[in-house]
Nanobody, 123 residues
């Protein structure tokens, strides 16, 4: 079992930055691929970014490419999502999740989920 806890959300103005953290406990996160997803009010949950457990591979949704960066510190059992140049349409609850599948943007292939952290971007 892997327990995931997100933090770092908040209210920020458009153009600003936030860094989300996803702290893992239970099993080491270094053996899992980790993804970030988000869900805006009235919308389905969507893929944002993913990091492979080895090799440093990452990939991003087109909507965040060039603005968001996913990284991981396996020694701290933590994965980060650095979000720059935020837009009002980035407003959502952000979730991290762990999977042993790669590559995947399919939320149903992620086995473990955090409870989410709210990100609100004002215009």
């Amino acid at each position: 079992q892997v327990q995931l806890v997100e933090s770092g959300g908040g209210l920020v103005e458009a153009g600003g930055s936030l860094r989300l953290s996803c702290a893992a406990s239970g099993r080491t996160i270094s053996n899992y691929n980790v993804g970030w997803f988000r869900q805006a009010p009235g919308k389905e949950r969507e893929f944002v970014a993913a990091s492979r457990w080895r090799g440093g591979n990452t990939y991003y949704a087109d909507s965040v490419k060039g603005r968001f960066t996913i990284s991981r510190d396996n020694a701290k059992n933590t994965v980060y999502l650095q979000m720059n140049s935020l837009k009002p349409e980035d407003t959502a609850v952000y979730y991290c999740a762990a999977s042993q599948r790669w590559p995947t943007m399919n939320e149903y292939e992620y086995n473990y989920w955090g409870q989410g952290t709210q990100v609100t971007v004002s215009s």
